[in-house]
């Protein structure tokens, strides 16, 4: 039975309402963990990496690939709004030039997010291997970044296990998906190692931005 043009855009409009209270909640929930976090994971509260992790997992429960980089949008800029609202309400003062970077890198990051999610979840292991290419190498350059420039203000260690995690996005999903035909796997693998290094050049470059 294919479902009618007007509950398709409920369900649409429940998964951004969805975004946007998981995105709030979840900014509001970093920012006051920010002063209570140790050395060690101080970067957790202050770095993009966790963002794009819930953006992903909102923008994987989705159906379509529109409304997948919708979600990611929503998402990430719910979780800016979400963590000013927060540092303003405890008194804290809130960087406009802050709030207008990150929700600019949010609209720019957020369909990379989006698409990498709708790509995760379809058969073709070839897009799903570039989706986790692409989350890996979100990870994977912010990561550098922090090991190149942030050396002696944050934890290397962090951003060691950030690195990590996105190389281990872009080599594991591709051969998880594959686990039964690992040599024809080697494909998906190629091509997610390849997005990984252009997004995570890209994003390294990004981050050279003032």
Same mark, same amino acid.
């Given at each position: 039975m294919v479902p009618s043009l007007s509950s398709v855009r409920s369900a649409t409009v429940a998964r951004l309402a969805s975004a946007v209270v998981v995105g709030a909640a979840v900014g509001a929930v970093i920012e006051w963990s920010v002063p209570h976090l140790p050395f060690s994971l101080e970067p957790l509260g202050n770095s993009a990496g966790p963002w794009l992790v819930v953006a992903f997992a909102v923008a994987l429960t989705t159906r379509s690939a529109i409304t997948s980089i919708a979600s990611a949008v929503v998402t990430l800029i719910s979780l800016v709004m979400g963590f000013y609202v927060a540092q303003d309400i405890r008194g804290w003062a809130v960087s406009q030039h802050q709030v207008v970077l990150w929700t600019a890198a949010s609209c720019v990051a957020g369909p990379l997010v989006g698409v990498a999610a709708s790509w995760l979840r379809r058969e073709n292991r070839t897009r799903a291997a570039l989706g986790a290419g692409v !989350?890996?190498? #979100?990870?994977?350059?912010?990561? /550098?970044?922090? /090991?190149?420039? !942030?050396?002696?203000?944050?934890? *290397?260690?962090?951003?060691? #296990?950030?690195? *990590? !995690?996105?190389? *281990? /996005?872009? /080599?594991? #999903?591709? !051969?998880? +998906?594959? +686990? +039964?035909?690992?040599?024809?796997?080697?494909?998906?693998? *190629?091509?997610s190692v390849g997005a990984c290094a252009v997004v995570g050049l890209g994003t390294l470059i990004a981050y050279q931005v003032p």
């Amino acid at each position: 039975m294919v479902p009618s043009l007007s509950s398709v855009r409920s369900a649409t409009v429940a998964r951004l309402a969805s975004a946007v209270v998981v995105g709030a909640a979840v900014g509001a929930v970093i920012e006051w963990s920010v002063p209570h976090l140790p050395f060690s994971l101080e970067p957790l509260g202050n770095s993009a990496g966790p963002w794009l992790v819930v953006a992903f997992a909102v923008a994987l429960t989705t159906r379509s690939a529109i409304t997948s980089i919708a979600s990611a949008v929503v998402t990430l800029i719910s979780l800016v709004m979400g963590f000013y609202v927060a540092q303003d309400i405890r008194g804290w003062a809130v960087s406009q030039h802050q709030v207008v970077l990150w929700t600019a890198a949010s609209c720019v990051a957020g369909p990379l997010v989006g698409v990498a999610a709708s790509w995760l979840r379809r058969e073709n292991r070839t897009r799903a291997a570039l989706g986790a290419g692409v !989350l890996g190498g #979100l990870l994977v350059g912010e990561a /550098v970044y922090g /090991v190149r420039k !942030l050396e002696f203000s944050t934890p *290397a260690r962090y951003w060691h #296990l950030q690195l *990590a !995690l996105g190389i *281990a /996005v872009a /080599v594991v #999903l591709p !051969l998880y +998906r594959s +686990r +039964r035909h690992l040599l024809g796997s080697l494909p998906g693998l *190629a091509a997610s190692v390849g997005a990984c290094a252009v997004v995570g050049l890209g994003t390294l470059i990004a981050y050279q931005v003032p």
